[in-house]
């Protein structure tokens, strides 16, 4: 896959946009931009590296985002690899090379950074806004955790929603390296003999990266999952990415169905979803038919999409 291509994916997968190609004189330029508003996020061009103010020869592909921070404007084209936008503001746009000079990982949170630069913020009700099946990957999961301090894994799910059927499901035991509390046992099954010949998290983590990475991802009570996984990535020294965009189904839920209990057992009563709690392969698959369950109810759910942090950097 060409990093044209994954950029395509990530964009496609997260904020449910395709590329266009507006100019005819110029049909190779793709451009991103939001649905409600017509305005560019991003644009990727193929042009001679002089034109950059390089001394080599050749072309390079850029891309061409927004920055609206000034401080971490001149930060970045102090780096390798950034430059003031071509073609663009100066002020506020920058070219990033396409090159490998500039991680993919480094890459998303910059377009994540834009798009967030030229939203409008327009509001948008629900009936006009039913175009959630262009976000046609969703990646649901739950963890298990072995004790109280909840920075490690015992277990996780992973289940795959594609064009609104469950199409993919991965769980794995998890050795995390610590002790188990009592209460963790009880409740998840597992402890330290369970999980004894299971993977460490740094042996199974390229596995979750290659689920994580291609599409959006979905939890119940979010936050708590996402921080393990902060927690477990910090902790062994893993880089990843800065954030990761995602939606909770307990959010969710507590906005589309009101006046109702949103824990996980409660939800899946509600509905008619079998549920064997606590087991991670369970969790991730009710929390999956539940997101479904709310876009067969007619809940837009990108208006629920937040960002979770992973690190204490830009």
Known sequence: MTDRERIFEYVRNNYGVTEDYP???????????????G?????????????????EEGITDIMNLRIKDPVFF???????????????????????????????????????????????????????????KTIDRFVAFDVETPNRYNNRMSAIGITVIENGKITDEFYTMVDPETSFD?????LTGLDEDTVRYSPTFPEIWPRLESYFSRGLIVAHNAVFDLS???????D???????????ICTVQTGRAFLPGIGHKLNEMCDYYGIELNHHVASSDSRA???????????GADVKNYIRTYKLTDGN
């Open 23 to 37: 100019f005819p004189t110029d049909p190779g330029i793709p451009v991103m931009r939001h649905q409600d508003t």
């Open 39 to 55: 305005k560019w996020f991003a644009i990727i061009m193929e042009i001679p590296k002089k034109r950059l103010g390089l001394d």
């Open 74 to 132: 001149d930060f970045l084209v102090s780096q390798k690899g950034y430059f003031p936008g071509y073609h663009m503001n100066h002020n506020n746009w920058i070219s990033v090379m396409l090159d490998g000079t500039v991680s993919f990982e480094k890459i998303c949170h910059l377009i994540d950074k834009s798009f967030e630069a030229t939203d409008k913020k327009k509001k948008i009700k629900k009936s006009e806004n039913t175009d959630v």
């Open 182 to 186: 009592y209460f963790n046992t009880q």
């Open 228 to 234: 393990v996984i902060k927690h477990c990535l910090k």
């Open 236 to 246: 062994y020294g893993i880089c990843w990415r800065p954030y990761v965009r995602y």
């Open 287 to 297: 929390c999956a038919k539940i997101l479904l369950k709310y876009i067969e109810g």
